[in-house]
């Protein structure tokens, strides 16, 4: 199943599967920068950007988006590469059938995702998708991308990925009412909230 997406920037190309991996330290007390350097270096997909979550003071965990051709590859690559010691991962693939190959990596990005029964999964990734549309065709929010897609990894989780071309145009939706009037609707469903945030490129 996917979705449109929205490209505004950007020239149309062969898609992908975009993996959005979170780092947690099982200590809570942030991910070593040992470790950060360990997953920003770890190769395998054709791009990957990478940075600590800011927003998340407590747990400063890292997250990484990388852009792979196929959900196999990602699985092989997996397959021969153990879990950094003393973290704990979670790991969401969104298949992207349109748009560039590769995620831009100047962009600020914000990540959302939200947990449903399966039954009702199409009308919430189509509600949303539609909602953010809405939000970003009317002028004032102007994001690079944005998408909205099924979990590959976790099919009862929606996904919605934005990429912002600074951060003050993230953060003026970040902290603009309209955001936060709609996330109180979807607050029980809620899984993942991130951003606005900036990766270094790999």
């Known amino acids: 199943m996917s979705f449109p997406v929205i490209w505004p920037k950007a020239p149309e190309g062969p898609g992908r599967i975009l993996e959005v991996s979170v780092y947690y330290a099982e200590d809570q007390q942030g991910v070593s920068h040992d470790v950060q350097a360990s997953v920003a270096s770890n190769p395998g997909p054709r791009q990957s950007i990478t940075g600590p ?7 400063h965990p890292v997250l990484r988006l990388a852009d792979w051709a196929s ?9 021969s ?19 560039p190959a590769t995620t831009p990596p ?9 947990r449903t029964p399966d039954k009702n999964k199409p009308a ?6 539609a909602y953010l549309r809405g939000i970003f065709h009317c002028g004032e929010f102007a994001p690079v991308f944005h998408h909205v ?3 590959l990894t976790d099919p009862e989780v929606v996904l919605s990925v934005q ?15 309209i955001h936060w009037d ?3 609707a979807v607050k029980d469903l809620m899984v993942v909230d991130f951003g606005p945030f900036q990766f270094s490129e790999r």
């Open 53 to 59: 979550d800011p927003t998340q003071e407590k747990t």
């Open 71 to 79: 959900a196999s590859d990602y699985e092989t690559h997996v397959a």
């Open 81 to 99: 590469r153990p879990t950094a010691a003393g973290t704990t991962t979670t790991t969401h693939l969104v298949p992207i059938p349109g748009g």
């Open 106 to 114: 100047s962009a600020w990005y914000m990540v959302s995702g939200m």
């Open 124 to 129: 919430l990734a189509a509600s949303l998708d």
């Open 149 to 151: 897609g099924v979990s």
């Open 163 to 177: 990429g912002w071309p600074s951060k003050g145009e993230a953060e003026k939706y970040w902290f603009h009412k």
């Open 182 to 184: 709609y996330n109180p």
